[in-house]
């Protein structure tokens, strides 16, 4: 229950000082606290239309990661760019569905794989490369009879891309490599091979680099076939014969690469792995043993999370169960050089829930990977996890993604709820956010999230970024759907931090020019900015005065004031940065008539 402090100063009309409960509705979320002043009286002050909070923002504590976090729902065409408060900043109709995420490219074009023509879940075939402004500039399909392009992608930093390509084997092929032919009952097998390509717009790429699965295989079935040996002496090449016994064997849906190794993370849902690989070879030495940085070709310099895969353990020391998203973490980040893993927990023998957890490789400054004769490849256990209270409470069993940030928070992606959040060190969310957006676009707010609302995996960008230099970054509504406003020019209503011991925020009003005659001002955490659950109010303050609140709490504050007889707004926030530093006067909006985020208010 939030309180407050009595003003200093006057306005024009009485104030009832009212404080009232943070409520959470639809989903259990944790909500911002947040404190003012001394304590009065406190009762319950809600919008006389008040809905359940069901989408959007939910928490914007100011423990999180400043920056742009970009979405594209798995069933819509728009992709979002959304600030901390829930507020889109660019967007992108594309008019065709994606095959997963997209990324920001240093100009700030948008890349992203999508899906073409009846191409099935994560299958794309086509890579699109948008401007700011939504231009396309390049539009290139795959030739489905060489790869199949599926699921992640990756920009490189000479523009060219990465994409994860699907190859399909016949049921001869895969005999004569040493599968066992009870083990194909779909008359082929799938594997999977990373292909870099070179945009050459508008509509043209050029193949210049291949990594091939196929290329690296051991079994140990039939000494009569190609790739016969012992499997738990080769850790560096795949068993043909282990997992899937349908024709989807591999199923890779991630890629990252590393500039300072020149190293590729390929992540394996149904190995539970994630491998890593040269990418300072030719195609000729990828396709080998030899060459490359590591003089070992294209084989797997570093796997992880299933060593029962090679033969060097057992279904005890699985640690990853179906995960997407390993990524190295960046340098000058906390946990630079780690390996970030969005582990599913598909078929976990502890349970059905989902993690994020952080290992520390057994590398060395050149990139070469250390291993004990006869044992896996370390760790033996994750360095940090994240983990949900209950476990269960967590939880997606495919596609999603996790991401460290600059100050140490790392973000995630739960992808079938459609659910994005941020959390730290410890655990604490402090930035949650739910996808209003399904296949017949977004919801408004009070409805519940559409069943198809997911989406795959989510990256923020920081403020700084490349792609922002020279932008407009004026942030503009929620994604979720509201009733448009009619604006009316020469109100205000600001929010302004006074120098003193302890925080104080003057706000002052100028609704003069709206029909009402008196107004009340709701306030509350910056996260309710689109919901219709502020914290407390001051009713009948007339059409303009000051007000001064003392010893308020560190978190963002929000103000809005509404008609008494429903026909007007302002709206403003106060908050600090990341640094501490206080953000002042920061006037949103003035509108009268029908509200974006607020229909009306209760005072008695």
């Known amino acids: 229950m939030g309180v407050h402090a009595a003003p200093e100063g006057t306005a024009s009309g009485t104030s009832d000082r009212l404080a009232a409960t943070s409520r959470d509705g639809g989903r259990d979320r944790f909500a911002v606290g947040w404190i003012l002043g001394a304590v009065l009286i406190a009762v319950t002050v809600l919008p006389a239309s008040a809905q359940t909070h069901t989408v959007g923002l939910f928490i914007n504590d100011e423990q999180a990661s400043e920056g742009l976090t970009l979405f594209g729902p798995k069933t819509g065409t728009t992709v979002y760019l959304i600030n901390n408060d829930g507020l889109a900043v660019n967007t992108w109709e594309t008019y065709i569905n994606p095959a997963s995420m997209g990324y920001l490219l240093p100009n700030g074009n948008l890349l992203r794989a999508a899906k ?21 500039v390049w539009d290139f399909t795959m030739d489905s009879s060489q790869y199949n392009q599926h699921h992640d992608i990756e920009p490189l930093p000479d523009g060219n ?22 083990s194909i009952p779909d008359g082929e097998v799938w594997s999977d091979a990373v292909v870099e390509i070179r945009p050459i717009p508008p509509n043209d790429g050029e193949i210049v680099w291949e990594w091939r699965i196929w290329d690296h295989l051991i079994q140990d079935f039939d000494p009569t076939k190609d790739n016969y040996g012992v499997v738990e002496d080769h850790p560096e090449l795949l068993d043909i014969n282990y997992g899937s016994m349908n024709a989807d064997w591999t199923h890779c849906n991630g890629v990252d690469y590393n500039p300072e190794f020149d190293q590729i993370i390929v992540t394996s849902r149904k190995f539970s792995e994630i491998w890593i690989v040269d990418h300072s070879t030719t195609t000729e030495e990828a396709a080998g043993h030899s060459g490359g940085n590591s003089g070992m070709g294209g084989d797997i310099l570093y796997r992880w999370g299933n060593p029962a895969a090679y033969r060097r353990g057992t279904a005890d020391d699985q640690e990853l169960f179906g995960q997407h998203d390993g990524q190295w973490i960046l340098p000058g980040y906390p946990g630079e050089g780690n390996i970030l893993i969005f582990d599913n927990g598909l078929h976990r023998p502890a349970g059905a829930f989902s993690s994020v957890d952080e290992i520390v490789p057994p590398v060395d400054e050149f990139g070469v990977y ?14 940090w996890s994240y983990v949900s209270t209950p476990p269960g409470d967590f939880y997606s069993g495919s596609s999603s993604g996790c991401e460290r940030l600059r100050d140490g928070t790392t973000l995630i992606c739960e992808a079938l709820e459609g659910h994005l959040f941020e959390v730290t060190e410890g655990g604490e969310i402090v930035w949650d956010y739910v996808s209003p957006v399904g296949s017949s676009g977004p919801v408004a707010q009070g409805v519940p999230p559409p069943d198809d609302n997911g989406v795959a995996k989510i990256r923020r960008y920081p403020f700084d970024h490349p792609a922002f230099v020279g932008k407009d970054l004026t942030p503009g509504d929620p994604v979720e759907m509201f009733n448009a406003p009619l604006p009316v020019p020469d109100g205000s209503l600001t929010a302004t931090a006074l120098p003193g011991v302890g925080d104080k925020i003057q706000v002052e009003w100028d609704a003069s020019t709206c029909t009402s005659f008196d107004y009340h001002l709701l306030f509350g955490p910056l996260a309710s900015v689109s919901t219709y659950e502020l914290s407390g109010a001051e009713c009948n303050i007339g059409t303009s005065g000051t007000h001064v609140w003392t010893d308020v709490s560190p978190g963002s504050v929000y103000f809005l004031i509404v008609g008494t007889d429903d026909t007007g707004v302002y709206e403003s926030g106060w908050n600090r940065d990341s640094a501490g530093a206080h953000r002042n006067g920061t006037t949103a909006s003035f509108q009268c008539g029908t509200t974006t985020k607020i229909v009306s208010a209760t005072c008695p």
Not at 116 to 136: P, V
Not at 370 to 383: H, L, Q, V
């Open 161 to 182: 891309v990465l994409f994860v390509a699907r190859e399909v084997n016949s049921e001869a092929e895969a005999i004569a490599a040493g599968r066992n032919p009870f």
């Open 116 to 136: 073409h023509g009846g191409s099935g879940s994560g299958i794309g075939l086509r890579l699109q490369e948008f401007d700011w402004d939504g231009n396309i």
């Open 370 to 383: 250390s291993i004990d004769p006869g044992a896996p490849f370390g760790p033996e256990d994750t360095i």
